[in-house]
């Protein structure tokens, strides 16, 4: 008998919707975790994951630990850079989340220099810093010498 599902549909009464048997089936294939040929790409991405689900447990120092294994991994992955940094300053560690993302605008900046990367870094310097203005005019002067000229440099607010 083919399987059947009970969908509520807004109503109190239920319908039922039959799928039809499939007629041959696929031979399973072993995951990608256990293929030892798995990329490094794909193990950052596994990596941001797991940090991910910390993030959701609000264990941030775990995540943080995640996050600087795919930072050692590939040192260009800027998702992680970004939420390694958030998860410093969720710790209540703010001059280590502001010099995280400074660090990776130094070491990598062709891969570090997007638009949520510098708004999380200037928003950390408006909470940071008391005169803000010029460690952001610092970095909007800094992103108009080394950014292509499609970047968005108005994501500094200044």
Known sequence: MPPRFHIPLRSTTA???QFPRRTHTRPRLPPRALNPRVSEG????VGRNKA?????AKDYAAAVREYEECI?????????VNNKALCLMYLRDLS???KVMESALERVPTAALNESLVVNLCSMY???Y???TDAKRTLNTWITRVAPDDFDSSCTRM
């Open 15 to 17: 319908r039922t919707i």
């Open 42 to 45: 794909n193990k950052n991405l």
């Open 52 to 56: 991910l689900v910390h993030v959701v």
């Open 72 to 80: 050692e991994r590939d040192s260009s992955d800027v998702v992680a």
């Open 96 to 98: 280590d989340a502001i």
């Open 126 to 128: 408006e909470l940071a």
């Open 130 to 132: 008391v005169n803000h």
